[in-house]
């Protein structure tokens, strides 16, 4: 092999690009032998959830989507992220300072981030305020003082009808 040629696979880095009429890309640049090169992976007006994934399909490498989202803010352009994007954003921000949800939490997020595990009835809980789940525990505990108090085992016997005259 001659001293000097490149082989392997060579490093790339995706960046966001702004062009006329408020449009912007995703481009990915790449070191050849013949120089750098770039390619432009997707193209927006604001950055999605969706456009990320598109350019992470045609990307030769896998890049940092959270990097890159963060970058093209800085640079101006809109992103609007699913909103379990952007509270998972400031979850691993949060961690990464150190700050760490309460053990129940952490338990109910590890589960529900489990591969094929579903669990929405819980989920809608860990949202809502101790006001609001006392309120609903003491609505359950008036429902029940409504039901009858003691059932007897045995044959059910059907009401007497009486004819009104």
Same mark, same amino acid.
């Given at each position: &092999?001659?001293?000097?040629?490149?082989?392997?696979?060579?490093?790339? &880095?995706?960046? $966001?690009?702004? %062009?006329?009429?408020? !449009?912007?890309?995703? !481009?990915?640049?790449? +070191?050849? @032998?013949?120089? @750098? !090169? +770039? %390619? /432009?992976?997707?193209? =927006?007006?604001?950055? /999605?959830?969706? $456009?990320?994934?598109?350019?992470?399909? %045609?990307?030769?490498? @896998? =890049?940092?989507?959270?990097?890159?989202a963060n970058k093209a803010a800085r640079a101006g352009a809109a992103v609007q992220l699913s909103q379990a994007d952007r509270l998972a954003r400031q979850l691993l921000a949060e961690l990464s300072n150190d700050r760490r949800p309460s053990r129940g939490l952490t338990a109910e997020l590890r589960e529900s981030l489990t591969e094929g595990s579903h669990r929405p009835e819980p989920a809608g809980w860990v949202g809502e305020t101790d006001q609001v789940r006392g309120r609903t525990l003491a609505e359950l505990m008036d429902l029940t003082d409504g039901l009858p108090g003691e059932w007897r085992p045995g044959p059910l016997k059907m009401p007497e009808l009486r004819r009104r005259v």
């Open positions: &092999m001659e001293q000097g040629t490149i082989v392997g696979i060579l490093p790339t &880095m995706a960046f $966001v690009v702004k %062009r006329g009429s408020g !449009r912007w890309e995703i !481009r990915e640049s790449a +070191s050849t @032998p013949d120089g @750098p !090169r +770039s %390619r /432009t992976l997707a193209t =927006f007006e604001v950055l /999605t959830t969706a $456009v990320l994934e598109a350019a992470q399909v %045609r990307a030769s490498q @896998p =890049f940092g989507a959270d990097e890159l």
